[in-house]
């Protein structure tokens, strides 16, 4: 008869052990999907830098725009006045900022231009934004003293042709899309004149007001309440076609000058390598906000003209302008340091 055997006793400690193990491979494995998944874009408040100070054009249309960009996120989009060097302190934090879709920037012509204008910039206006999409344009008006003698672009022309140093006209500063529209119609027109540059806009227009200098190539939103109050006379938009505001007022193609369109922009874009699945979101957004119809009347009331473009097109619309406004910069001599 074989003598029986039993196994040997387990210990208690074992067993938790065992126990223990096995429910934190459980958890883990319960849990593991969820570490996997990044939280949904987005998560928390947008920022959204503008280079220049609130309440000009450009913090305008941004501030619109985000708000109605907010309700479409679900997160809110805040507008961060980050101004300096035109643009450039902006731009150049949002070139640096992490490419996560939680900063953007508001891209505008200044930055075409600033590719020229500065001989270093502390970014690239290319290589270092992935664009979004286009929001608005707006065309600026060649606008006079009403005691100049002249009330159309050939009276105008004439006159800087019967005065040796021809024409002055103000501008908010050398390199400003005010300052090159007017570059650009002196290599047009063949003709003389004076550039006076001041420190923005504001002061500019008082000297035009009070007849320190002739003329200025104005942002319609800035000109618009000059000319309808008769303190100033408008004698033509850059645009391409005339103001809605202004439907009297020739455009500079209508008044010889085929082809001239020029308007200051604003545009969407976010550091480079923000992830693709991030831009479509954001460009879904913009057009959204775009094509709610209080949008695009607030917008129409200031002169601007609602813009939209897909993230290639913005990209090589920008391109197009960076190439357009070297040879004016380079032609007019204007330099920033």
Do not use: C
């Amino acid at each position: 008869m074989h003598p029986v055997t039993f196994p040997m006793p387990v210990s208690r400690r074992r067993l938790l052990a065992s126990a223990l193990a096995g429910a934190a491979t459980a958890s883990a494995s319960a849990l593991a999907p969820a570490f996997a998944q990044p939280a949904p874009w987005p998560a928390r408040p947008v920022r959204l830098v503008v280079g220049y100070a609130a309440g000009g054009a450009t913090d305008v249309v941004a501030r619109l725009v985000a708000s109605r960009m907010g309700e479409n996120l679900g997160q809110s989009v805040i507008v961060d006045n980050r101004t300096g060097a035109n643009s450039n302190v902006g731009a150049e934090a949002v070139a640096r900022a992490p490419a996560d879709g939680y900063t953007l920037y508001v891209y505008t012509i200044a930055n075409t231009i600033n590719a020229s204008l500065y001989p270093r910039l502390g970014y690239d206006p290319v290589r270092d934004f992935e664009p979004i999409g286009l929001m608005a344009k707006i065309p600026n008006i060649l606008v006079v003293n009403p005691r100049l003698p002249v009330h159309s672009v050939a009276d105008y022309v004439r006159l800087a042709g019967q005065s040796a140093a021809g024409v002055s006209f103000a501008s908010s500063g050398s390199g400003s899309s005010i300052h090159l529209s007017g570059e650009m119609f002196k290599r047009r027109a063949g003709i003389r004149m004076l550039h006076v540059p001041y420190r923005g806009s504001a002061p500019a227009i008082t000297d035009l007001l009070g007849g320190q200098v002739d003329s200025m190539f104005d942002n319609a939103p800035s000109a618009l309440p000059h000319v309808q109050s008769a303190k100033l006379r408008a004698l033509a938009v850059t645009s391409a076609r005339r103001l809605a505001l202004l439907p009297d007022v020739p455009t500079l193609a209508e008044s010889g000058y085929e082809g001239f369109d020029v308007q200051s922009w604003f545009g969407l874009a976010a550091p480079a390598g923000t992830p693709q699945a991030v831009i479509e979101r954001l460009h879904a957004a913009l057009a959204a906000a775009l094509a709610v119809p209080e949008v695009r009347q607030r917008l129409r009331d200031m002169a601007a003209t609602p813009e939209s473009a897909t993230p290639q097109q913005m990209r090589q619309f920008a391109a197009s302008e960076i190439s357009r406004w070297r040879e004016v910069v380079k032609a007019s001599g204007a330099t920033a340091s």
